[in-house]
T-cell receptor
Framework: AQSVTQLGSHVSVSEGALVLLRCNYS??????LFWYVQYPNQGLQLLLK??????LVKGINGFEAEFKKSETSFHLTKPSAHMSDAAEYFC?????????FGKGTRLSVIA | EAQVTQNPRYLITVTGKKLTVTCSQN?????MSWYRQDPGLGLRQIYY???????DKGDVPEGYKVSRKEKRNFPLILESPSPNQTSLYFC???????????FGEGSRLTVL
């Protein structure tokens, strides 16, 4: 069955440090990959998505992700963390509909 | 403004008392879905609907019912709620099943 694995349920970084949140997918068909962010007491909102074309995808708030087919990965990065980035992040794949979500990674940013 | 609206946002109820969580979207989306979010388990899909009068079970459908009589509405029905249905519920919609999902603000349900 299709699955999405997010390595690390909780990641902590210092303000200004690199953010790296890991995501691996398993679908055998070409994936449509998404990263969503959930701020406290809010619903999920789209950060970025990969469908076809350029493998480096830029999203909102300075985040980007790179689709690597050989590694079945879609890791999320941001060069410099800001306090406002503290949230829960979900990776999702809809290579086989409907969308399948990873379990989420909580990002903490330390001043 | 394009949005998915859920009601109620917060609800405390007792075991066995039927309740409905409403969901409405104003984007003319074909696809709608319900998820529950629990600590450590992420988002799990309850039911989804590809179009009017078409609904399918997700990963955790037991204890829930849905209907899709109109394109914009997709209510979630708990006929006889139990404490293990205490959770945060999200409704979402998209133009098509493989596309970007738009989420509601969530409904926090507590069953005593």
């Amino acid at each position: 069955a299709q699955s999405v694995t997010q390595l690390g349920s909780h990641v902590s970084v210092s303000e200004g440090a690199l953010v790296l949140l890991r995501c691996n997918y398993s679908s055998s068909v070409p994936p449509y990959l998404f990263w969503y962010v959930q701020y406290p007491n809010q619903g999920l909102q789209l950060l970025l998505k990969y469908t076809t074309g350029a493998t480096l995808v830029k999203g909102i708030n300075g985040f980007e992700a790179e689709f690597k087919k050989s590694e079945t990965s879609f890791h999320l990065t941001k060069p410099s963390a800001h306090m406002s980035d503290a949230a829960e992040y979900f990776c999702a794949d809809s290579g086989n509909t409907p969308l399948v979500f990873g379990k989420g990674t909580r990002l903490s940013v330390i001043a | 403004e394009a949005q998915v609206t859920q009601n109620p946002r917060y609800l405390i109820t007792v075991t066995g008392k039927k309740l409905t969580v409403t969901c409405s979207q104003n984007m003319n989306h074909e696809y709608m879905s319900w998820y529950r979010q629990d600590p450590g388990l992420g988002l799990r899909q309850i039911y989804y609907s590809m179009n009017v009068e078409v609904t399918d079970k997700g990963d955790v459908p037991e204890g829930y019912k849905v209907s899709r009589k109109e394109k914009r509405n997709f209510p979630l029905i708990l006929e006889s709620p139990s404490p293990n249905q205490t959770s945060l519920y999200f409704c979402a919609s998209s133009l098509m099943a493989s596309g970007e999902l738009f989420f509601g603000e969530g409904s926090r349900l507590t069953v005593l």
